[in-house]
């Protein structure tokens, strides 16, 4: 496996691609077993499988969540060698950033709800960041797991408007057996925490049930009550068109319907989703 931090160094390494299928998962390190299940699911599909660890300054609206954010760059360079991962992609800051990033995107209300609305400024980081790492790896087909659900309605987007043609490949989240949603933001849970955190998928699996007796509205307001004493901060939950991300007010609007959720537990924001209807 490769170790490279210039996009240079990257360039020459892939020179030699030529005809090769390359498989890319960005990621910003603190690596699980969300990602790998990506990594592994690109190393069937492709002959090359690249790996970007960066940790994105500009896609955090709040730079105490930036520097608080897990850094494990020797132990993710060997779960990543241990999977059989051709090439980790690791730069510094500055050569992504040799200059600011002034490019502003529009996604439009795509980017004007949940996480958009609660963290401006967040896509439009992730944009910057994941178009650069695009343009230096030139993958055929790009990984991006489906616990970001906004996030990946967003690159397929930003990959239409600037004309990639990348594949964009959403793939399940992987859980714990508590059914919490992997992310590198678990290392960050207390012990205490930890066990509280799975509530979230336990109420989001439980609320499907009512998809047959009751309106997405009555749906949404029984998962805000169920939190109620949870010792968890619901920040929004909506249940939205898996397209457009537009909350729904009937069952009959889309044929793909997913509730969408941001929980504080303690600090720690924590998101996960479920489809109502696929
Ligand atoms: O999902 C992530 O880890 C990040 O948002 C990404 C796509 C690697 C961009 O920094």
Redesign the pocket.
């Known amino acids: 496996m490769q170790i490279i931090t210039t996009k240079s160094e990257l360039c020459k390494s892939l020179t030699n691609s030529t005809g090769i299928r390359i498989g890319f998962v960005?990621?910003?390190g603190a690596l699980h077993q969300g990602h790998l299940s990506l990594v592994m699911r690109s190393k069937r599909e492709n002959e090359v499988t690249v790996v970007s660890i960066?940790v994105?300054p500009t896609?955090f609206n709040d730079s105490r969540d930036l520097e608080k954010y897990p850094r494990t760059l020797d132990a993710d360079i060997n779960l990543l060698s241990q999977v059989g991962c051709d090439i980790v992609f690791a730069p510094t800051v500055d050569e992504m950033y040799p200059e600011k990033d002034t490019r502003i995107f529009n996604f439009g209300t795509l980017e004007t709800v949940m996480e958009g609305r609660h963290r401006p400024g967040h896509f439009n980081g992730?944009a910057q960041?994941?178009s650069k790492l695009f343009d230096a790896v030139q993958p055929h087909i790009a990984y991006?797991g489906e616990k970001?659900f906004q996030?990946l309605a967003i690159i397929r987007e930003m990959v239409k408007q600037l004309n990639y043609t990348i594949t964009i490949a959403g793939c399940p989240i992987v859980r714990e057996s508590s059914g919490l949603a992997l992310s590198s933001r678990n290392m960050l849970l207390s012990a205490e925490e930890h066990k509280k955190a799975p509530i979230i998928y336990q109420i989001l699996s439980e609320s499907c049930i009512f998809v047959a007796q009751k309106q997405p509205h009555e749906v949404r307001n029984w998962v805000l009550n169920k939190f109620q004493n949870t010792g968890l901060d619901v920040e929004y939950f909506e249940i939205v068109d898996g397209y457009s991300l537009q909350p729904v007010s009937s069952w009959n609007e889309s044929d793909y319907i997913v509730g969408c959720i941001a929980v504080f537990c303690g600090k720690i924001r924590l998101i996960d989703n479920i489809p109502f209807k696929r």
């Open positions: 960005p990621t910003m960066f994105n896609q992730v960041i994941v991006f970001d996030q």
